[in-house]
């Protein structure tokens, strides 16, 4: 699976049954908008929110989303196909995101129905697994090699919680190994994205802010998120910062001077650098670039720099 440049810092739920709420996040400027069908709507209105999202979809984008996906009910509910053959009129479709995926199966239906729907854009159609509970985290391999159109994992912390009769706590400490399975996995099968738990106090900037933090620090790439409120900051906390930005530009700087005098590893600020250094410092600057983010002004401000 090759890594896409897709950037998905922020997942933002938008209920399917409320028309206003699925109107105002057409204006939004957010990573992903993910109109839902599953927790935010009550069995008795999911099929008028089927038809307000398909509507939705066949209309354009106002802001600045960079992702159109709909999160379907359980492929175990026997709701999915009927999601699906509503939504899938929607023409500005990119991803679907599949909740409480339990095994490769799960995904295999729904990478099926996308193979034989007739979309315009059937093939480019992408697939979000939500991973909620024990067995989705044991059988984590078997779910990420089941479909070539999965495109990231998302960890649900408050299902999780309830299948394995646990408490979350502000310290996050008892989703650990969950969380690290889920980082690991991604990155060693090359997923464009980890997305991040919801930070259920969504008025408390501090702690929405302390959960990006601890999930950058973890590896995640992105969060998901239930409030417009939190979009912004989660957006900026999971960009690099100046100094990491400012750090990468100088060695890239430094790297085509120290080609040039054909030095393997060097010295830069105090410390060694080579391959895996040089590496990461091109992931920085690229994850820059695709969130539009000018930095032209670090790289002129850094261009004298050399190897030491």
């Known amino acids: 699976m090759a890594t896409a440049p897709i950037l998905r810092r922020a ?22 908008v993910t109109y839902d069908l599953e927790d935010a709507v ?5 099929p008028t929110a089927r038809h307000i999202i398909k509507d939705a979809l066949n209309l354009p984008m106002q802001g600045g989303a960079r992702e159109v996906s ?28 599949v909740p409480k995926v339990e095994s490769a199966g799960d995904l295999e239906f729904v990478s099926n129905v996308l193979d034989h729907s007739n979309h315009l854009n059937k093939s480019s159609i992408k697939i979000l697994a939500l991973l909620e509970s ?20 998302i960890f649900a912390a408050e299902d999780f919680a309830k299948d394995l009769s646990i408490t979350r706590t502000p310290s996050l400490t008892e989703f ?3 969380r690290q399975t889920i980082t690991t996995a991604a990155r060693a099968f090359n997923l464009p994205s980890a997305i991040d738990l919801v930070c259920t106090s969504y008025r408390d900037t501090a702690a929405l802010e302390r959960e990006c933090l601890d999930g950058v620090g973890m590896g995640f790439n992105g969060k998901q998120v239930i409030h417009p409120s939190q979009v912004d900051l989660v957006q900026r ?23 040039a005098e054909g030095k393997g590893s060097w010295g830069l600020d105090g410390r060694m650098v080579d391959r895996p250094v040089i590496e990461a410092a091109r992931r920085v600057v690229g994850k820059m670039e695709v969130a ?3 930095i032209r002004a670090v790289w002129e401000a850094e261009k004298r720099t050399r190897p030491e």
């Open 11 to 32: 997942l933002l739920y938008v209920p399917g049954s409320s028309k206003r709420m699925v109107e105002k996040a057409r204006g939004l400027n957010v990573d992903c």
């Open 42 to 46: 009550t069995a008795a209105e999911k």
């Open 70 to 97: 709909v999160r379907i009910n359980a492929v175990e509910t026997g709701l999915a196909l009927e999601d699906l053959g509503v939504v899938l009129q929607g023409k500005n479709l990119d991803t679907i995101v």
């Open 134 to 153: 024990a067995r989705s985290i044991i059988d984590i391999r078997q779910i990420i090699t089941s479909t070539p159109r999965l495109s990231g994992l």
């Open 176 to 178: 650990l190994f969950a």
């Open 237 to 259: 906390l999971f960009l690099p910062g100046e100094e990491q930005v400012r750090g990468a530009v100088r060695v890239l700087v430094a790297e085509k001077v120290a080609e």
């Open 292 to 294: 539009g983010m000018d």
